[in-house]
């Protein structure tokens, strides 16, 4: 017999081979009728699966948070279903599940458009309509890449070969229609309702390599619910609006372009606000760091023995030296992580118990790999600069140590205007990994305790595990913090790592003369700072704080009579800290007030004769009609006190 544990801890006996539909119905019909799925020990199962072993089980219904990811799955399925019957031919190739959505790659000569999902849609509901139930087959290799390859599913059969030979082939069936499938999938085609959208397309290589077939991907999303639809649709109209490769554009701050992929060309007003962004970090580790700067291209030994070159080498740049005697046919490799280039650091000299922790900080430019068509803006790209730091510290210190950096990002995020929402996840070990178990165990076991410790101190935080998400040298926190239209960035993160300083044969000498190798705890807290500047754009819509804007005030003429007060303001302004321009263009108030708006500068100091002959000005605030006329010193005085930055104000009142 199977022993099945029930939520409320009922534990009942059921013959092997007892499917989930069969147990649902033994104990109610109407749970039967709105279960869609189960979950066996936590993990997801069609309903009709055969249960062979004792587990935990559940019953999952369409309102469980678990469905969602069901409900988009299937909707895949009915998408590819449809495509393939209104223009049959189509390739179907892989259907995949994202955030916030799914989507499908087809193969056809003609690329689809956005014109095509009217059509596309009233053909998925009427398959919804006809609600199909779902089935699941298990056929082999041999007859798997038969059938597909008489449909002319080309793919297919490269998929089948992909397969790992201990791995069943499934099948899924709708109706008439089938796809290749792990699963799992709901009851039946009628579960995934009406309440979805085709959003985009898109073009993407097979298997992402520019060699082969371009496909046309269709993006599409859907909900259990109708209000959370619409919620999504007004999220995603307010996030275009804010797009920071938009902004990046209209304010001129940065530009990309095809003979630097992945790379940003910072204009003047961008590097002033990404300057900005650093300087403040330096402010906040300025006592308990060490800021430090490694080579930007090492030997690819030093990535060998890292576990780089074994473990990240398809995310690396390298290149061979061009010299031409033997020893100098060199491979080396960009820096895709600043951390080995520490540890280098941290060896150089003997060091002491009593000097730890050591803290090292570097704002390192790295680079890694990234596929053309993942690459996004300032969110996703190949040289990017890190925050990053290290600390070299005992295990008796390592909890103080995350403890203290928690801290210090939480501060951190605060002054940037992202309070509330935080969620701290813990990654846990993946399978890919470096290291003994019981370093896994003792790392994870610290960690755990450190974020028992985080949630103790703020009801704010909240926190989640996920499981197989670690680094390869180590298990991590990752803080996920949530902008102004409710989207999570996963920004910092705190790792230890008990393997890097051992591989590298990193010591200090303990208390009792002996060599001890010390823990490594790799922090980042904006991660990515051009991500974190797109990531900000987007949080403010353009407006930044005072603080941050790369001009903070225009001193605008009404007429010409007005000039040389203008120049003396802008002189005065930049005396008191602002980062100021003027504007004594020939043009009407009105014309300088709008264009300035779309510029997104924060405050506008209008002047004309009069304000000249009083010495006052007019200010303007972004995104308020009203204006305040005041003396010009007062005016100055409070924007000056205004632009300073949080952490130097906390000093001023400290």
Request: proline letters at 6%; hydrophobic letters at 40%; one cysteine or more.
């Given at each position: 017999m199977v022993a099945l544990t029930f939520p409320d801890g009922a534990r009942r006996?059921?013959?092997?081979?007892?499917?989930?539909?069969?147990?649902?119905?033994?104990?109610?019909?109407?749970?039967?009728?709105?279960t869609?799925?189960?979950?066996?020990?936590?993990?997801?199962?069609?309903?009709?699966?055969?249960?062979?072993?004792?587990?935990?089980?559940?019953f999952v219904n369409r309102e469980d948070p678990r469905a969602l990811e069901l409900i988009r799955h299937d909707a895949a399925?009915?998408?590819?279903?449809?495509?393939?019957?209104?223009?049959?031919?189509?390739?179907?190739?892989?259907?995949?599940?994202?955030?916030?959505?799914?989507?499908?790659?087809?193969?056809?000569?003609?690329?689809?458009?956005?014109?095509?999902?009217?059509?596309?849609?009233?053909?998925?509901r009427e398959i919804i309509a006809r609600d199909k139930p779902f089935t699941k087959e298990v056929w082999s290799r041999e007859k798997t890449k038969e059938v597909f390859r008489d449909k002319g599913e080309n793919f297919k059969?490269?998929?089948?070969?992909?397969?790992?030979g201990d791995e069943p082939i499934k099948i899924y069936k709708q109706g008439d229609w089938f796809d290749l499938c792990r699963?799992?999938?709901?009851?039946?085609?009628?579960?995934?309702?009406?309440?979805?959208?085709?959003?985009?397309?898109?073009?993407?290589?097979?298997?992402?390599?520019?060699?082969?077939?371009?496909?046309t991907r269709i993006y599409g999303t859907a909900f259990a619910k109708q209000e959370e639809l619409d919620a999504y649709l007004h999220q995603m109209e307010e996030a275009e609006k804010?797009?920071?490769?938009?902004?990046?554009?209209?304010?001129?701050?940065?530009?990309?372009?095809?003979?630097?992929?992945?790379?940003?060309?910072?204009?003047?007003?961008g590097w002033t606000l990404f300057q900005a962004i650093i300087a403040y970090m330096r402010r906040r580790l300025a006592g308990d760091y060490d800021e430090v700067n490694a080579p930007q291209m090492l030997d690819k030994s030093l990535w060998e023995t890292s576990g780089h070159w074994g473990w990240y080498r398809e995310n690396m740049f390298a290149a061979q030296s061009a010299g031409d005697e033997a020893e100098d046919k060199r491979w080396f490799a960009i820096k895709p992580m600043n951390c080995p280039g520490h540890v280098q650091i941290f060896k150089h000299g003997l060091k002491s118990y009593r000097e730890l922790p050591i803290r090292l900080a570097e704002f390192g430019v790295v680079h890694r790999y990234e596929p053309s068509g993942a690459m996004h803006g300032l969110l996703r790209v190949r040289g990017f600069t890190q925050d990053d730091a290290h600390v070299f510290c005992t295990e008796e210190q390592l909890a103080a140590e995350c403890l203290k950096i928690n801290d210090l990002i939480l501060s951190v995020y605060k002054d940037f205007g992202?309070?509330?929402?935080?969620?701290?996840?813990?990654?846990?070990?993946?399978?890919?990994?470096?290291?003994?178990?019981?370093?896994w165990d003792h790392a994870e076991d610290v960690m755990s305790k450190v974020l028992k410790q985080i949630v103790s101190q703020s009801n704010q935080i909240k926190t989640s595990i996920n499981p197989g998400e670690g680094a390869f040298y180590g298990p991590k926190f990752e803080?996920?913090?949530?902008?102004?239209?409710?989207?999570?960035?996963?920004?910092?993160?705190?790792?230890?790592?008990?393997?890097?300083?051992?591989?590298?044969?990193?010591?200090?000498?303990?208390?009792?003369?002996?060599k001890k190798t010390p823990v490594m705890v790799h922090r980042a807290i904006c991660g990515s700072l051009e991500r974190f500047t797109g990531i900000l754009l987007e949080h403010y819509a353009g407006h930044l704080p005072l603080w941050l804007a790369p001009v903070q005030a225009v001193i605008a003429t009404i007429t010409s009579d007005a000039d040389d007060f203008a120049k003396g303001t802008v002189a005065l302004a930049k005396k008191a800290g602002l980062r100021v321009t003027s504007d004594l263009r020939n043009e009407k108030i009105n014309y300088k007030v709008r264009e300035h708006s779309l510029a997104k500068v924060p405050a506008l100091l209008v002047v004309g004769k009069k304000e000249a002959a009083e010495r006052t000005v007019s200010v303007r605030r972004l995104g308020n009609d009203k204006q305040q006329v005041m003396p010009l010193d007062e005016a100055l005085k409070m924007l000056a006190e205004e632009a300073v930055p949080p952490d130097l104000k906390r000093q001023r009142l400290a």
């Open positions: 006996e059921y013959p092997p081979g007892t499917n989930g539909l069969d147990i649902a119905k033994g104990i109610s019909p109407s749970l039967a009728k709105r869609i799925a189960m979950a066996l020990d936590g993990k997801l199962a069609d309903l009709t699966d055969a249960i062979e072993r004792d587990a935990k089980i559940e399925h009915v998408l590819a279903e449809a495509v393939q019957t209104l223009w049959p031919g189509t390739q179907v190739t892989i259907g995949p599940v994202i955030e916030n959505g799914f989507y499908y790659d087809f193969f056809r000569n003609q690329p689809f458009t956005p014109e095509d999902f009217p059509a596309i849609e009233k053909k998925m059969v490269e998929l089948v070969d992909a397969i790992p699963g799992p999938h709901m009851t039946s085609t009628g579960k995934v309702g009406n309440v979805f959208k085709l959003m985009k397309v898109a073009g993407a290589y097979w298997r992402g390599d520019a060699k082969n077939p371009m496909l804010r797009d920071h490769r938009k902004l990046g554009r209209e304010l001129e701050l940065f530009h990309f372009q095809e003979e630097g992929p992945g790379v940003v060309f910072w204009h003047a007003k992202f309070e509330g929402d935080l969620v701290v996840k813990l990654s846990t070990r993946p399978e890919k990994r470096v290291g003994s178990d019981a370093a803080y996920v913090l949530r902008d102004a239209i409710g989207r999570d960035w996963q920004c910092g993160t705190t790792q230890v790592d008990f393997n890097l300083p051992e591989r590298f044969g990193a010591f200090y000498i303990d208390a009792d003369g002996q």
